[in-house]
């Protein structure tokens, strides 16, 4: 897929190569290493804070031939401290995990709290309106309709 415009040009923000770097490590490890690949990438965000996540949720990207699909794990946060904005060539779910109210002392915690950011680059056929979220038990479920390719004709040479 092309990138049709300069990485400045997608928010405005200096820091937009440096997602696309970790958007590309995330990429290159996801087949395994699961505990570091995590680790690595949430660190990294929480250094460049306060531009940056605190962390990034794990995403399983589908592909069928009608529809696009991308679940995004966020256990423990609220439907109402999610962000879904699609762009023509991006997904963007961001939002915040917050700290429990009245909960015990903790005597070590896993669980990220904060803010949270994960972008998506969708293919080109993709139709950005068609975008449908919806979130049960922990996993929010964005899908997107494909773009029909019309079928081409024959041109009679006179």
């Not at 250094?47 to 990034?56: G, K, T």
């Not at 015990?104 to 950011?117: A, D, K, Q, S, V």
Request: net charge positive; with cysteine.
């Amino acid at each position: 897929m092309t990138n049709k415009r300069s990485p400045r040009e997608r928010n405005g923000s200096a820091w937009e190569p440096v997602h696309d770097i970790l958007e590309g490590v995330e990429q290159a490890v996801a087949g395994g290493w699961y505990p570091a690949r995590r680790m690595l990438l949430s660190r990294l965000a929480e250094a460049a804070r306060p531009r940056f996540a605190v962390w990034v949720p794990e995403a399983d990207v589908e592909e069928g031939p009608r529809e696009f699909a991308v679940s995004f794990a966020l256990p423990g946060v609220d439907k109402s401290d999610i962000r879904v904005n699609v762009t023509e060539d991006t997904l963007t779910v961001s939002g915040r995990r917050r700290e429990d109210e009245g909960a015990l002392e903790t005597g070590r915690r896993e669980l990220p709290r904060g803010e949270f950011l994960r972008r998506v680059r969708l293919p080109d056929e993709i139709k950005p309106g068609s975008a449908k979220a919806a979130c049960r038990n922990g996993v929010l479920r964005v899908t997107l309709e494909r773009a029909r390719v019309r079928a081409g004709r024959s041109v009679k040479v006179d």
